[in-house]
Structure formats: structure tokens, C-alpha cells
């Protein structure tokens, strides 16, 4: 399932109700879609994607920001022009059901498995492609998820790091169950 990823600063707003919608530079989420959303580093529950819908600075107005927790349409909008300066921009509208407890992405996909452990293990096998094992070499190298993604090109390589780091955790997995 993919992640919608938000500030700490953003949890009170979340968890409220208040907070409805989003504004982002880029959009990877589709209407219907069912997402995890992570707040100040942990995983606080699932949203549905209502809507998406490209926008720009002079769309935003007082419904928007009172949908995005802001009382104020200036407020949004200064912070949005901060965050991402001027170009196009993506509302994504969603339905918010926050978890009872919230879940830290790295015991929901990992458990409490050393990821180096993991990676160290990974390299020696032969069913990860070039490109996967120098992800994981990159990996080894750096010591995070976070470092290898900007090593590999910025944040917007997570995803990359993180779907050969699960293979490698199942390959893992299956071997020990050989």
C-alpha cells in the first residue's frame, strides 16, 4: 500500500478530522486508492483517496484551507509557496480512519530484523538483479533507507530502496525456511 507522508506538526489535525486534504508538488495516489498515513515518523492510520486534482496558488481558497487545517487562505498559501515556490500543484482530497495505535514503519515491514543483517545476506544470493544488489551495497554503505534514496537521487527513491530491501527480506525468509 502506498504512503501519504506528513509533518509532526500536522498529527493534531489529522487526528481532529480537520485536516481533509493535502497539497503536493507531485501525485502518485489515484481516487479510490487506500494509503497509509505517516506523521512525525510513525504510521497513524489509513486514508481514501477521494479526489486529486491539479491546482495552482490562485485555486487555493478559504474551503481548501480550512480543509488543509489552516484558518486562513494566506496562511496556506505562504506556506505552500515556502514549500514548493511557484508551478503546478495537486489537491488530493482523502477520508482519514486513524489507527488506535500507531504502527512504526519499521517493525510493520521489517520486524525486528537487522536491515544490514538483512542486506549483508541478500547480496549473496543469486536471484537480485546488478542494479538491486548495488541498491544494496549503496544501502550497506550508508546505514539508512533515507541516505541511500538521496545517494541514488533524492527522496523520491525511497520507494526503490525500500521494495529491494523487502525483497532481500524475503529472500531471507525463504531461504531459512529451506
Known amino acids: 500500500m502506498k504512503h501519504l507522508e506528513f509533518k509532526g506538526k500536522y498529527l493534531d489535525l489529522l487526528l481532529s478530522g480537520k485536516k481533509k486534504c493535502t497539497i503536493r508538488r507531485r501525485v502518485y495516489v489515484s481516487p479510490g486508492e ?9 504510521i497513524v492510520g489509513k486514508a481514501k483517496i477521494r479526489s486529486v486534482r ?5 485555486d487555493i481558497d478559504s474551503r481548501i484551507a480550512e480543509m488543509e487545517g489552516f484558518s486562513e487562505r494566506d496562511d496556506l498559501v505562504r506556506e505552500i509557496s515556502q514549500y514548493y515556490g511557484d508551478g503546478d500543484l495537486y489537491l488530493i482530497e482523502f477520508d482519514f480512519e486513524p489507527f488506535e495505535n500507531p504502527v512504526e514503519p519499521h517493525a510493520m515491514y521489517y520486524g525486528d530484523r537487522d536491515l544490514a543483517e538483512v542486506a549483508r545476506e541478500a547480496l549473496k544470493s543469486n536471484e ?4 538491486e544488489k548495488r541498491i544494496i551495497e549503496i544501502f550497506l554503505k550508508m546505514g539508512s533507507i533515507r541516505k541511500t ?3 541514488l537521487g533524492g527522496m523520491s527513491k525511497r520507494g526503490i530502496v525500500r521494495k529491494t530491501i523487502r525483497k532481500a527480506l524475503k529472500l531471507m525468509s525463504e531461504n531459512e525456511m529451506d
Open 34 to 42: 487506500l494509503v497509509y498515513i505517516h506523521c512525525g515518523g510513525r
Open 54 to 58: 491539479k491546482i495552482s496558488l490562485d
Open 128 to 131: 537480485l538483479g546488478n542494479e
Open 149 to 151: 534514496a538521496f545517494r
